[in-house]
């Protein structure tokens, strides 16, 4: 049954080429899924060195978090105040609005002696221009190097050089995306999406509310337990009976629509709407629930009165953070006596299941003995999502070296 060559376990040690990950999964498909017959083709899961493994995460660093669009939440929330530091997987980065209206992002480090320009504490106090209360070099809102004192002497020292180092971002969907090495424009990676995006009016939502959860797991497995509801009659019974799992469509490669049950409206404590519907949605649309997956960084849910985001942080090989935001039509928000509670309620009690599960697979997968099992056909989106994570890999060669 297995092809490997190597024992799996020489991963964390050896020189670990992603060709090797991929035939450690034992996985003898086409990269081409069928959408139509929803099978996992008899493909097993991940081995555990992918949740495990130290060397496998500086891999998924440079291969996929270094390549790939990431979601860092809604636009408005970077252009409350006009300077914004955040971390991304321990990356000190900084949005900028710049004189000229343009949102940007930098490294959030001056070019002298890489104090952090500035924290979250500072941010309100910014003026217009950026100056390093270490030394006092100052830069400008397009990141250049406008002013350095003392350095006229200094042989061979040219300001122009001397910028904050700028990061890729743009932004789609009303969401602030950012790309250290894009391999394609934010327009055609979100393409697929844009009825989706259009249809629910994405843009123009507001969050209504918010949940932050700290996930004890690897995020792949935030990402498969997303990806089907094989698990939704044992793990949400509350859930099941508003989206019965044997009423999925076909769908998109990562995700797809869900039919609600007759009597519910939306995912909700009592399944009724929490906002108003949304009013570009056809009929269909307004029964159902889509799910998507957007690679590596976000699932996104549009139910028929309400969008819900999950940005997902991994933040180690076994732990994730997650942010959980609702978004409404403004409308609904300014309506006296508008309250999310019923939305939040339900899909908090769901998160919750979910990550339990997902802590108690990590704990399992931990196991030096365990090796992984087949999927079921219910389970062909986490079929397709090994398949594009370990295609991902696959685009960067392993820099692992032996120790
Ligand atoms: S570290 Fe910023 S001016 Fe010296
Ligand atoms: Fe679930």
Not at 22 to 39: H, L, M, P, Q, Y
Not at 94 to 103: C, E, I, K, P, T
Not at 302 to 309: N, R
């Amino acid at each position: 049954m297995w092809e490997f060559d190597k024992p799996y376990w020489e991963l964390c040690d050896g020189a670990a080429s992603s060709k090797m990950l991929r035939r450690i999964c034992n996985f003898k498909g086409t990269a081409t899924v069928n959408r139509e017959s929803r099978t996992a083709n008899g493909q097993l899961g991940l081995d555990r060195s992918f949740v495990t493994c130290a060397k496998v995460w500086e891999h998924e660093s440079s291969a996929i978090f270094r390549r790939d669009w990431l979601c860092m939440g809604r636009e408005a929330e970077f252009t409350s105040t006009s300077v914004t530091p955040f971390v991304y997987l321990g990356q000190q980065l900084l949005a900028v609005r710049g004189d000229d209206g343009v949102l940007r992002v930098f490294r959030n480090f001056c070019r002298h002696r890489g104090s952090l320009m500035v924290t979250p504490e500072e941010c309100a106090s910014v003026g217009q221009r950026l100056q390093c209360p270490y030394h006092a070099w100052t830069y400008d809102r397009q990141g250049c190097l406008v002013a350095a004192p003392n350095m006229d002497g200094v042989l061979g020292f040219e300001k122009q050089k001397f910028g904050l180092f700028e990061v890729p971002c743009a932004v789609g969907a009303g969401f602030l995306w950012i790309c250290f090495e894009p391999q394609e424009s934010l327009q055609a990676f979100l393409s697929p999406l844009q009825s989706v995006f259009q249809a629910w009016q994405v843009r123009e939502l507001c969050v209504g509310a918010e949940i932050q959860y700290q996930v004890q797991a690897n995020w792949k497995l935030l990402f498969q337990n997303y990806s089907e509801c094989y698990h939704c009659p044992t793990v949400h019974p509350a859930l099941n009976r508003l989206t019965p799992y044997l009423g999925s469509d076909t769908g998109p490669i990562l995700g797809g629509p869900m039919q609600l049950a007759e009597t519910c409206q939306t995912m909700s404590n009592e399944g009724q709407w929490v906002g108003t519907p949304l009013p570009l949605l056809d009929e269909d649309q307004r029964r159902q629930v889509h799910y998507f997956t957007i690679f590596p960084s976000m699932f996104l849910s549009v139910h028929p009165d309400y969008v819900l985001i999950h940005r997902i942080e991994p933040t180690s090989p076994h732990e994730t953070k997650v942010v959980c935001q609702f978004l409404f039509q403004q409308v609904d928000l300014d309506r006296l006596g508008f309250d999310p509670e019923p939305a939040v309620r339900f899909w908090d009690l769901t998160n919750r299941q979910d990550w339990e599960v997902c802590e108690r697979s990590q704990r399992g997968m931990e196991d030096p003995a365990y090796v992984p099992g087949p999927y079921s056909n219910l389970e062909s989106i986490v079929a397709a999502f090994d398949r594009h994570y370990l295609r991902s890999l696959d685009a960067v060669e392993s820099e692992v070296k032996p120790v």
